[in-house]
Each structure stands twice: as structure tokens, then as C-alpha cells.
């Protein structure tokens, strides 16, 4: 089994920055892919950014790329979304997830496991 746990999130002003943490517990994760998803109020959850756990390959969103960057600690068990040049369509829910998946998928029901979520809130 595998635990994730999503903090960081919160309300800041347009063009500010944040930085979500999932911290995960549970079985040894090289040969996993954790990811960021959103979904903000009516609307689909969607792909923001993935990382593979052994190598560090990473893949975004085109709507967060140059302004997003995953990254994650191995000793800690930990994935981070620093996020900058926050704007207000960026608002939603942000999920961690992660998946035995081999290749970094960018597809929700690929993901077994899944955090309870954090808000993020962008006011212009």
C-alpha cells in the first residue's frame, strides 16, 4: 500500500508562489511515477506535472510549463510542485498520485494511489 498526503497549498495573489509537498509512506517508490493533478470547481481533473522516482525524468502541462517545476527527495519520500507566477486560473484542487506504471503517464485512471487533495487559491 501506498500513503500520500498532499500540503502547501492555500490563497495568494496573482503572480505570487507556492510550494506543495506529498509526502509518501508505504512501499519503496524507484520504480514509480508520482504526478500533480488538478480540478477546479465543474470541471475535469487534469494532468499537471509527473516525475519518475528512479532517474528524475519530468513532464508538464503546456498551460504550467516555465512556471511549475516537480522535483523530489529520495531520502524524505517526498514530492514537490514549486509553483511561481501563480495566475488566477491556476485555483483548484491539487492532487498527488502515483502509480507502478512504467512510463510517466499524464492519465488520471492510471493512478492507484491518491492524496486527499489541497486547495489552492489565486486572487487577482
Known amino acids: 500500500q501506498v500513503h500520500l498526503v498532499e500540503s502547501g497549498g492555500g490563497l495568494v495573489q496573482a503572480g505570487g508562489s507556492l510550494r506543495l509537498s506529498c509526502a509518501a509512506s508505504?512501499?519503496?517508490?524507484?520504480?514509480?511515477?508520482t504526478a500533480w493533478f488538478r480540478q477546479a470547481p465543474g470541471k475535469e481533473r487534469e494532468f499537471v506535472a509527473n516525475?519518475?522516482?528512479?532517474?528524475?525524468?519530468?513532464s508538464y502541462a503546456d498551460s504550467v510549463k516555465g512556471r511549475f517545476t516537480i522535483s523530489r527527495d529520495n531520502a524524505k519520500n517526498t514530492v514537490y510542485l514549486q509553483m511561481n507566477s501563480l495566475k488566477p486560473e491556476d485555483t483548484a484542487v491539487y492532487y498527488c498520485?502515483?502509480?507502478?506504471?512504467?512510463?510517466?503517464?499524464?492519465?488520471?485512471?492510471?493512478?492507484?494511489?491518491w492524496g486527499q487533495g489541497t486547495q489552492v487559491t489565486v486572487s487577482s
Open positions: 498520485a502515483s502509480t507502478m506504471v512504467q512510463f510517466p503517464t499524464k492519465v488520471p485512471s492510471d493512478y492507484g494511489y
Open positions: 516525475i519518475r522516482w528512479g532517474g528524475g525524468t519530468t
Open positions: 508505504g512501499r519503496t517508490f524507484w520504480n514509480y511515477v
